[in-house]
């Protein structure tokens, strides 16, 4: 059986795969992200790939039809809302799902044809407050380190990230590090016990959102013990002082740590010269989540500890381009190549090499106010590209209502019966992995390519090709006249060929050359490993700005719900959901719940709980045990109105967000808890 070099569909680790047509899935020892390891997700990738639930023929209300009938309606009904409403009328809802050549056409034809910034996606859900606290520390959205990073510390922190479910590779390359240098230290900040709990020397049992107030209280002590990098701030940070003087009013109190546990990491982190702190949902998904990802910044430009050999602050995303999906702009709040909406000199740049007509001026909706737009009315026509948003966002139900008032939405996918195609207009059947080529990128910037190896069945095209096709209909064919993803990811490297006097920190050089058929896993830059070995930051004057950061007022609800991932499911279970030995890992919805709080409920193992909010309710198995402290719930998000039948916990969540980044806060919201 020939094997295909491609790359697992899942999350951000973005491992290497060598997979046949007969389901044969090994990990492939060349890859540097995983050197052959896979999880269990990335191993049965063989048994989710048949066409069971397919979306395979376009379909319009419910009817199918053929694709020109169908991209012929999607194109006359934007065209139409642009022409009577304005380009802002019309929205995309995008995914990190979709390969990087996807993203880019999907970017272009909103932000350089349509002329809005009305494309957002569902990676602002997974790493949207790490570009904002890079932006604001950096002056870029630059990830510094690279995971070998993580084989050369000699302390590790993980802060509100299950590693070991969400990221397993990572994991087990930390795992192995550990086996070999036991003296590597691994400290794990999170409110849950968890499997990544065990690698730990040290779990810091954070209350929710106190993580401002730890690495504060850290840099406080860092700075009251004389172990800043003073040379090296002084050269190359500003903002320490005021950041500092800030920090000291932080009560240790708010992260609900005993004083011993503050000390002995306070001083471990002091003592050990390379640190690398790596963080994912648990800081991300909060209304304070930029905050916190500059806390975790600050302690380490105050220390020089970025830039170099096991060092750094790190962002690891969970979704497996959400990295391509920000480098070509796919956020509202982005232009293309790391490039700003609001500077002119940019949209200049951006819109003479796209030969545009036209270019967004401003930031567009982001995601939670993109569908508040679609509930006011605001919005004509909504395009939902590889996700589930009825579901999938907080308070799903008012977002299910949202999508039902637009007056037309299309959706492409490569499953038919989702919540958020029951309620669209025009369904378009997507390639799914394995069927489609692309590149996507790792959170290590590196970037792989998804090769095909099945073949496309029914009517199924990548996505690049129906946005394109879409374009040619809008008026816009010589724009988008692609003929492979080859073209797309080649104008890519030109767009930042072009844009190479402008100072930024994305840089393809290294692909000008590169046969894309043939293409390894690549990362960029040409020239650095890692970011800001030179001290030399994107601020205008080159240096990095620490920011003063306050812990914000706690509150203290009876439950505070947590939401998160099993260890063997995907998103809202499309393709994990198809594997038994998948699916049998944890069967159903539940809840975790702390045995006093089951007690003082009267709920036995087993017993149905509703867990509810004023956004609505959901039926839940009671899971008791002591992993998370009294008065915290955690439940995982996988499972759909459809799939669970007594409620989706996203029913429950709150769309409250992190007013810098937009981020909804997924993890400590207020909810009631009672038997059922
Ligand atoms: Fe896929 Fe992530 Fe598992 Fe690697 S760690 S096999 S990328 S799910």
């Known amino acids: 059986m020939t094997l295909t070099r491609t790359t697992c569909p899942y999350c951000g680790v973005g491992c290497g795969v060598l997979a046949g047509a007969d389901g044969t899935i090994k990990g492939d020892p060349a890859h540097p992200a995983n050197f052959g390891r896979l999880c269990s997700k990335g191993a049965a990738l063989g048994e989710t790939t048949d066409l069971d639930g397919r979306l395979l023929r376009p379909m319009v209300n419910g009817k199918t039809t053929d694709w020109d009938s169908a991209l012929d309606l999607v194109a006359a009904k934007f065209s139409a809302a642009i022409a009577e409403y304005g380009p802002e009328s019309v929205a995309f809802y995008a995914s990190g799902q979709l390969l990087t050549e996807d993203y880019y056409v999907a970017n272009k034809l909103m932000k350089g044809f349509i002329g809005a910034a009305n494309i957002d996606t569902n990676s602002r859900l997974c790493m949207a407050s790490s570009v904002a606290g890079h932006k604001r520390a950096f002056g870029t959205d ?50 849950r016990r968890t499997a990544t709990t065990d690698l730990a020397d040290l779990h810091l049992q954070i209350a929710p959102d106190g993580d401002i107030a730890l690495f504060n209280g850290l840099l406080a002590h860092l700075a009251n013990t004389g172990a800043l990098d003073a040379s090296f701030t002084a050269a190359h940070v500003n903002g320490m002082a005021e950041t500092i003087a800030a920090a000291r009013l932080s009560d240790p109190a708010d992260t609900g740590l005993p004083q ?11 003592r050990t010269d390379k640190v690398v702190t790596v963080y994912s949902q648990g800081v991300n998904q909060s209304s304070c989540g930029t905050d916190k990802v500059n806390a975790i910044l600050n302690c380490h430009l105050a220390t020089g500890r970025i830039g170099r050999a096991g060092c750094g602050p790190f962002s690891v995303t969970g979704q497996p381009n959400a990295m391509g999906g920000r480098e070509v702009g796919g956020l509202a709040n982005m232009l293309a190549n790391h490039l700003e909406i609001e ?12 030969d545009s007509p036209t270019i967004c001026t401003k930031s567009g909706l982001k995601a939670v106010d993109l569908f508040q737009a679609c509930a006011d009315g605001k919005i004509k026509a909504l395009w939902v590209m590889s996700t589930n948003p009825a579901v999938s966002l907080p308070d799903a139900d008012s977002v299910a209502e949202a999508i039902a008032r637009v007056p037309f939405v299309v959706t492409s996918d490569i499953i038919e019966k989702t919540d958020t195609n029951a309620i669209a207009d025009v369904l378009l059947p997507a390639a799914g992995w394995g069927e489609k080529d692309g590149t996507v990128t790792n959170s290590e910037r ?107 007022q706690l509150s203290k609800p009876r439950f505070a719900l947590n939401t998160g991932r099993n260890r063997d499911q995907w998103h809202t279970m499309t393709r994990t959901g198809k594997s038994q030995r998948l699916s049998a890992h944890l069967a159903e919805p539940y809840v975790e719940i702390h045995p006093a709080d089951a007690i003082a409920l009267g709920a036995g193992a087993g ?26 719930l955690f439940a995982p998000m996988h499972w759909t109105r459809q799939r669970a039948k007594r409620g989706t916990i996203n029913s429950v969540t709150s769309a409250v967000v992190d007013p810098v980044s937009g981020q909804p806060a997924l993890k400590s919201g207020a909810v009631t808890a009672q038997v059922y």
């Open 142 to 191: 630059t990830v510094p380190g690279t995971y070998e990073d993580l084989e050369q510390a000699d302390l590790i922190v993980l802060v509100g990230s299950n590693l070991a479910w969400c990221h397993p590779v990572l994991y087990q390359r930390i795992a192995a590090a550990k086996e070999s240098r036991p003296d590597l230290q691994v400290v794990n900040v999170d409110p």
């Open 446 to 552: 590196r970037i792989s390519r998804q090769r095909a190896f099945l073949k496309t069945p029914g009517d199924a095209r990548p996505d690049w090709r129906i946005i394109s096709d879409v374009a040619a209909r809008m008026g816009f064919g010589n724009a988008f006249a692609y003929q492979s993803p080859a073209d797309i990811f080649a104008e890519y490297v030109a767009l930042d060929t072009a844009l190479s006097a402008t100072p930024r920190d994305l840089d393809l050089s290294i692909f000008a050359d590169v046969d894309y058929a043939e293409m390894i896993p690549t990362q960029w830059p040409r020239n650095a490993h890692r970011f800001f070995a030179d001290g030399q930051f994107y601020h205008p004057d080159g240096k990095a700005r620490m920011i003063a950061v306050t812990s914000p």
């Open 343 to 354: 500077n002119a000199d940019h949209r200049a740049a951006v819109q003479d090499f796209w």
């Open 607 to 632: 017993t149905i709980i509703r867990v509810e909010s004023p956004n609505g309710s959901a039926l839940l198995r009671a899971f008791i045990t002591d992993r998370g402290p009294r008065g915290q």
């Open 260 to 270: 011993e546990d503050l000390t002995r990491f306070f001083d471990l982190f002091a």
